[in-house]
T-cell receptor, first 117, second 112 residues
Framework: GAVVSQHPSRVICKSGTSVKIECRSL??????MFWYRQFPKQSLMLMAT?????????EQGVEKDKFLINHASLTLSTLTVTSAHPEDSSFYIC?????????????FGNGTRLTVT | GQQLNQSPQSMFIQEGEDVSMNCTSS?????WLWYKQDPGEGPVLLIA?????ELTSNGRLTAQFGITRKDSFLNISASIPSDVGIYFC????????????FGKGTRLHILP
């Protein structure tokens, strides 16, 4: 079945630094990738929608200059948390889907636990 | 905006019992999805529903897409310890690349 790989699984960084998270679709071409954020014991909150070759669409309240998204190819999207602060500590999860080949339900990566110290 | 109301928030059951959880929405969705999330991992798709009235099974799991397109339920029969986790319903509006709205989750606990 469809597999989405996310890297790294865990990252600890110092306040003020930037962190890049990668999301790859391993056996299909992902025309659309989504980035979610999840706080402890809460649901997944959509941050942005990323389409290959175009600018990401951010949800209301999400700072596009802080959370930079690049979807450079049909198999890779990256989320860069710039100038990270402790309040950015969270579980970040990507997902991917494709418009081709019949119904294609959304598959998720295994998430990245970001801790900003 | 669209919201999904998922209930119950948490359940405490005995091993072997059946489980039922549901989601309702103020808006119509054309796709309903059910996911399970274990601690520290991403959600794993359990069942996808694409047609109003559709009833789909995956092993001990059964889910239905409500006729009104505004609700869905998930049943788990004869629960086992590995069923512990958080279950999320999710709705998608139209196309496969539409964003997905998640419910707040149902946390399933199995008592020893």
């Amino acid at each position: 079945g469809a597999v989405v790989s996310q890297h790294p699984s865990r990252v600890i960084c110092k306040s003020g630094t930037s962190v890049k998270i990668e999301c790859r679709s391993l056996d299909f071409q992902a025309t659309t990738m989504f980035w979610y954020r999840q706080f402890p014991k809460q649901s997944l909150m959509l941050m942005a929608t990323s389409n290959e070759g175009s600018k990401a669409t951010y949800e209301q309240g999400v700072e596009k200059d802080k959370f930079l998204i690049n979807h450079a190819s049909l198999t890779l999207s990256t989320l860069t948390v710039t100038s990270a602060h402790p309040e950015d500590s969270s579980f970040y999860i990507c997902s991917a889907t494709s418009l081709s080949g019949g119904n294609s339900p959304l598959h998720f990566g295994n998430g990245t636990r970001l801790t900003v110290t | 905006g669209q919201q999904l109301n998922q209930s119950p928030q948490s359940m405490f059951i005995q091993e072997g019992e059946d489980v039922s959880m549901n989601c309702t929405s103020s808006s119509i969705f054309n796709t309903w999805l059910w996911y399970k999330q274990d601690p520290g991992e991403g959600p794993v798709l359990l069942i996808a529903l694409y047609k109003a009235g559709e009833l789909t099974s995956n092993g001990r799991l059964t889910a239905q897409f409500g006729i009104t397109r505004k609700d869905s339920f998930l049943n788990i029969s004869a629960s086992i310890p590995s069923d512990v986790g958080i279950y999320f319903c999710a709705g998608q509006l139209y196309r496969r690349d539409d964003k997905i709205i998640f419910g707040k989750g149902t946390r399933l606990h199995i008592l020893p």
